[in-house]
């Protein structure tokens, strides 16, 4: 039997400004399995962020319900749910948000000084095991000013993966990156997934979006499509035909 | 465990922010540093006058002429002429609670012995002088009662007067000295004392029978002052109130008019000074305060700003499982470190500034240990309490709000 990751039911979010009420989602159902790879598309002001933060228990729902690996978080306190957030979700930003000038082994290590069951010899043997997971395994002491934007977000990554989550939640994670960084960054991705890690990722880029088995796009706060992706291209195997860059003359 | 990872994430942000961190104790340790300095001076003023006071005798008891005007440092009594030779020879007789009495009279005069000169006060007394100074003599000896009735002209001198107008070190003991143009014979020299607490050099003194002061330096028959020594310390207060009784008696005075003199106790004495440098201390605590005070606003001020600047960090760290309390704590205990190192840094300045002061002002200082406990506790206080508010404010924070902050 597959297990349900995230069950949402009927979701609703408004935003109340002033005298304003704006209607971000507008009653959104969808259940992801595990071991998925879901894509959210949709243009701007969708809602897919919206979604997506609550999906992450960044934020809470207006009304509907959302059920994490079988946990209701409708009636959860802060700190149950912070609890949730450091023990289930890894949340990859499109902005990194790393803290700058600490180190990359510092940035990784992060959530799990909010993890009293770690010690601090297993929090660093962790963290270095999952920077060498995205390949930064040489840069373990260098702060974010000292990395390219490809590997700062290589470093959230690592940092999203350090808790050994059920599920990584990732808002635009390539957008800040050219074609080539995004298509390693997604190799990276789809590396985690076969490993069994549930993956919800949202994207503008239709040829991102192509990376993963499953896409919902999203509508003024509604769900417009939902559809399985049969045929899965492998990110590497793009990587490769990507025209070689010229080299400087 | 917990609370470890938090003081090592506080320890972290610290040094990270090496610069503003130093200057919020900056703050911190002037404000800590002049408490406790400035305690230092007062306690040290207050001490240093009870013991040259108590040195000069504790238990002794002066009378002069005059209404009391409640200067502490007052001449001899001026012209007030209300005091005589008959008053102290019944006071001798009936004041029971007196252990040692004598008339002073004193005028300043040059000492001479050949070339040298010094100018110098002569104070004529009788032998009970040593006895209620509690002085003694280095060598030679004190003249006695009867040199006393025959009006001798012998002086016992003291330190300063010898190394001036004997400066080569010859024993002034035996050797024949003027004082304004009168021979005296240098029968004793007293020890010395060093200054007293009002900076008067105690050793510059001439001391003769006073008989002969009256008579042949002065020419007066009033007395500036007598000095008693009271039976013991507990009852000089009582044999203030006797003296008092007895002069009345002896002035005929009514009982609605004033006293015509003043007795005084060194009691009482220590005690108008005590709470003159009290008041010094508590303004110079008050003044301290206030920039203590002014530390513990800039720690608020930075945590502030810091909570401000960091908001997108504390959305961050309760993204990846933060819990509110652990922003709170984080944050109060960067206060506390701020403040208590600060506080560190305070004493240690504080207490170098005292030294300093000793060392180099030479001013009298005494670091009082309730000071640093004081000035520490309140810089701890203030830290917490500077800490909290900030560090509340960010541990309320929803999570999405903070890291969306701009
Ligand atoms: N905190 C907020 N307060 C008020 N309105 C908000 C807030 N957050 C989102 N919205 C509104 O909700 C709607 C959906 O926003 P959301 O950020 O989810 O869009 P999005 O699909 O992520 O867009 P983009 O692709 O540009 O990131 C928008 O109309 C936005 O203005
Ligand atoms: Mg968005």
């Known amino acids: ?249 | 465990m917990r609370l470890l990872n938090l003081l090592k994430i506080a320890f972290k942000a610290i040094v990270l922010n090496k610069t503003r961190t130093l200057l919020t104790m900056l703050g911190i340790i002037i404000g800590v540093a002049s408490v406790i300095a400035m305690l230092a001076i007062g306690e040290g003023s207050k001490e240093s006058i009870r013991s040259s006071i108590s040195n000069m005798g504790s238990n002794m008891i002066t009378i002069r002429p005059g209404a009391d005007d409640r200067g502490p440092a007052r001449g001899s009594g001026g012209d007030v002429q209300t005091l005589t030779l008959q008053n102290y020879e019944v006071l001798k007789d009936e004041a029971t609670l007196l252990s040692y009495i004598t008339p002073v009279v004193n005028g300043g005069g040059q000492v001479i012995n050949g070339s040298n000169n010094w100018p110098s006060t002569m104070y004529g007394v009788n032998p009970d002088y040593l006895k209620i100074k509690v002085v003694d003599l280095q060598s030679g000896s004190m003249f006695t009662d009867a040199e006393v009735k025959s009006a001798s002209k012998v002086a016992v001198i003291g330190q300063t007067v010898v190394d001036n107008v004997f400066p080569d070190g010859q024993d002034p003991v035996g050797q024949m000295i003027r004082f304004n143009n009168i021979p005296f014979k240098v029968i004793g020299v007293l020890e010395e004392k060093g200054e007293n607490t009002f900076g008067q050099d105690q050793d510059d003194v001439v001391i003769a029978p006073y008989t002969t002061v009256q008579k042949r330096i002065l020419a007066i028959d009033h007395l500036n002052q007598v000095m008693a020594s009271a039976i013991s310390e507990d009852d000089a207060a009582e044999a203030v109130t006797q003296v008092t009784e007895i002069l009345r008696t002896q002035h005929k005075l009514m009982a609605t008019e004033d006293d015509d003199f003043t007795v005084r106790s060194m009691e009482e004495l220590i005690s108008t000074f005590s709470s003159t440098s009290e008041m010094l201390t508590i303004l110079l605590v008050a003044v301290a305060s206030i920039s203590l005070l002014i530390g513990g606003i800039g720690i608020m001020n930075i945590m502030y700003v810091s909570v401000k600047e960091r908001t997108k960090e504390i959305g961050l760290r309760m993204a990846v499982g933060g819990k509110g309390a652990d922003i709170l704590v984080q944050f109060l205990i960067e206060a506390i470190l701020i403040s208590i190192t600060g506080g560190i840094l305070g004493v240690i300045l504080g207490l170098s500034a005292t030294v300093f002061i000793e060392k180099f002002l030479n001013w009298p200082t005494s670091v009082a240990f309730y000071s640093i406990v004081i000035s520490f506790a309140v810089c701890a206080i203030t830290g917490i309490f500077f800490g909290w508010y900030p560090a509340r404010k960010a541990s309320a924070l929803d999570p999405i709000t903070a890291l969306r902050y701009e």
């Not at chain 1, 109340?16 to 071991?35: D, P, Q, R, W």
């Not at chain 1, 948000?97 to 660093?124: C, D, F, M, Q």
């Not at chain 1, 390949?135 to 490809?150: F, N, Y």
């Open chain 1, 1 to 249: 039997m597959t297990k349900e990751i995230i069950k949402i039911e009927d979701l609703k979010r408004e935003f109340t400004m002033g005298t304003e009420t704006v209607h971000a989602l507008k009653g959104i159902s969808f259940i992801i399995n595990e071991g998925e790879f879901v894509t959210i598309m949709g243009s701007s002001g969708s809602g897919k962020s919206t979604m997506l933060n609550i999906l992450g228990c960044l934020d809470q729902p207006t009304s509907g319900t959302y059920d994490i690996d079988n946990v209701s978080i409708k009636d959860l306190s802060r700190n149950e749910l912070a609890a949730i957030r450091n023990e289930k979700i890894g949340f990859i930003f499109q902005s990194y948000n790393l803290l700058a000038r600490t180190s990359a082994i510092e940035n990784v290590e992060l959530p799990l000084l909010y993890n009293s069951k770690v010690t601090s010899e297993e929090r660093r043997e962790r963290a270095i095991k999952a920077l060498e997971m995205v390949g930064l395994g040489e840069r373990l002491h260098h702060t974010p000013s000292q990395l390219s934007g490809g590997q700062q977000q290589r470093v959230a990554i690592a940092r999203s993966l350090v808790n050994n989550p059920v599920m990584i939640l990732a808002d635009e994670a390539t957008g800040n990156l050219d074609t080539r960084t995004s298509y390693e960054i997604m190799a990276l991705f789809q590396e985690l997934n076969q490993q069994g890690i549930t993956i919800t990722f949202v994207t503008h880029e239709p040829d991102i979006a192509a990376f993963s088995n499953r896409t919902i796009i999203l509508k003024d706060g509604l769900i417009m499509q939902d559809y399985k992706n049969h045929k899965v291209l492998s990110a590497s195997e793009q990587l490769a035909k990507l025209p070689k860059e010229e080299p400087v003359l």
